[in-house]
């Protein structure tokens, strides 16, 4: 998959703990129905063996439908399960590190809620930018909000992709047209809705509109 | 360092809910000085960043004393600090995959508790196996328990070093000694122990005696 290729319209997060579906994998697979354009695949309590077996079948559903799966925070994962990319937050393993471990090839997304980080994140080979919480949201109760002329000023900052996180959903997303912005990403307005085929449409009409 | 020349014979593993010291650093530090020949650093409740750090500051420690840090579990976290190995369990990543991500040099433990598994680790490119649990611990308390029998069968049909694990102690140890048992794991007989230099001292006097 050639990075500068990606499309990050749609961006998907999973989280088992507010699924819709009985499985991850069921719920992916509607959600890449729907039209996500990137998968990124979240898993804090299962042991390693268990994510990396996950990653590997998930892996499978986005190579059929030709979109980047991004594992969050265990670079190692990423590795073993041949994903496209790794995300990380401020408290997991620095950018420059994970570059380092994981080769040049592999896409290294960064979530930042200040100026610098976002600065660093690029200077330290990052390949886009999760930026965020741009609202409160229940999924990460301990997330940062930041306003919306903090995001346009690390638009203006940096030039790799940036998609925005936190409280995205069918209300809020179209005031974050027009600013550059390549994507949204969201958790629960995709996982944790009765149809989340309908849902994954119905964001990404919204949004490429 | 090199694979050949390390001594096994008195193998550390962290857990900071036991410990006696108030830092990880202190309890390692404390150990090392008693003569313990490898540190294991054992963390499954920080953040990635937290644990990158504290392998950083433990990898300090154990180069000054020349014993080698293995990581339990977290093959990034073991590239990222430069540590000289990861150790997997069976609910962890395939030897096999660690292997291919972490390259030749690494050192590579796997935890075992039949037959089998021993054999495979070694097929897989183990370094070394943790055999275990030779007797029920409050360490780890869902750990199975074998027979010294199957201790002797492992021993017959694997070459790779053997350090036994699960309920070793002053009392416990010396009933492993002649055979051809590489070194002793310990969790409690030292960390939790009120003078950690002086239980690793014992320990290492008890089984190179």
Redesign the interface.
Known sequence: MEKQNIDWSLYLCTDRRLMSSSTIEENVECALKGGVTAVQLREKEC????F?ELALRVKGLTSRYGVPLIIN?????A??AGADGVH?G?????CR??R??AGPDMLIGVSVSALDEAIRAEQDGADYLGVGAMFPTGTKTDAEVITLDLLKEIRKAVSIPIVIIGGINMNTAPQFKGLGIDGIAVVSAIVAQPDVEAAARGLLELWKA
């Open positions: 042991s390693s063996r268990e990396l925070d265990r670079v190692d994962i590795l073993a990380v401020q408290d997991d393993l620095p590190t994970v380092q471990i």
